[in-house]
């Protein structure tokens, strides 16, 4: 038995819940895994985990078995990486997730400067607005805005974005410009972003000379992804809040005029989530560098 693999194996069962999302995650087929891991427990005369139909969980002496040698198996990899090639060159996969407008408008496009600097990193992305679990996932990190709500996690702020609040020519033409985000709640017509994780309206937030308003707004519809959500403003749906970088090419073009620019909310924060026992590979710090310095950009 190769004990290091199977330590390993055991590992990845833990994180990911099941032996099938384990199995994928690394690349080997089901019967595999499932052998080192029953060599595992035959070597340490310990039953590791309990399994059901569903769901694998951890027994008693598993969890503290899996708190020992993921300590141990961190070092390892600190060792590692402290030698050989991926200190002069990062190398291998990334699996990593982000909302559509941070991914089709942030990070794909920079990607090609990205892989000029690092050709030897691979990248799998997930996009999506959802909760992931980046344990069971086998995620090595996630891009989000606002505030860090897994507290299990290590998270990094990489940047703001600043919001922007317009409406199509037409709209305006129809319904006239509004002057005070109060307007918004009887006057106009707003396109609303729905939370992904509980579905409820997300405030449009508001603030001028020291003065904070969040307004929710008369909503004509609401959307739960943010490509969708430009494209019903981009309909003339409505009123909508979003991101200055996701307005800007369409206020450029004039297919969108910016509205209550004296009412600018704070720039509101992103951040780069991982989990707290996943080693922080060289390819991975440097691409939240990288990612980093594509947020900087978002000044203005």
């Known amino acids: 038995m190769d004990q290091l693999l199977a330590i390993r194996a055991f590992a990845r069962v833990v994180e990911a819940g099941t032996f099938t999302r384990a199995a994928d995650s690394l690349g080997m087929p089901n019967a595999s895994l499932t052998k080192l891991v029953q060599s ?10 309990q399994r059901t139909t569903r769901r694998v969980s951890v027994t008693p002496e598993g969890a503290v078995y899996y708190e020992k040698t993921m300590r141990l198996l961190k070092e390892l990899d600190d060792v590692d990486t402290s030698f050989g090639a991926e200190q002069s060159r990062p190398r291998g996969y990334l699996r990593i997730d982000t909302g559509s407008s941070v991914a089709n408008l942030l990070i794909i496009p920079a990607l090609p400067e990205f892989f000029a600097f690092y050709p030897d990193i691979r990248v799998d992305m997930g996009v999506s607005d959802r909760l992931v679990d980046l344990v069971g996932e086998s995620v090595d990190c996630v891009i989000r805005g606002g505030v860090l709500t897994e507290l299990s996690m290590i998270g990094r702020q990489i940047g703001t974005a600043p919001w922007v ?21 009887k006057e106009h017509r707003v ?5 992904p994780r509980t579905s409820r309206v997300v405030p449009m937030g508001f603030a001028k000379a020291g003065q904070k308003i969040e307004v929710v707004g008369k909503r004509t519809m609401g959307v739960n992804e943010s490509n969708a959500h430009v494209a019903a403003g981009l309909a003339g749906l409505g009123v909508l809040h979003t991101f200055a970088y996701v307005a800007r090419p369409y206020i ?3 297919a969108l005029v910016p509205i209550l620019q004296d009412w600018r909310p704070e720039p509101y924060p992103f951040f780069v ?12 710090r440097v691409f939240i560098d990288w990612i980093a310095e594509r947020f900087s950009t978002l000044a203005s």
């Open 40 to 49: 595992l427990e035959s070597h340490l005369r310990v039953k590791l985990l």
């Open 165 to 185: 609040t317009c409406a199509t020519p037409a709209y305006l033409l129809a319904h006239g410009t509004p002057t005070h985000p109060d307007q918004l709640e």
């Open 191 to 195: 396109v609303s972003y729905l939370s």
């Open 252 to 254: 450029q073009s004039g």
């Open 273 to 284: 989530a991982y989990p707290p026992n996943r080693h922080l590979s060289r390819r991975l």
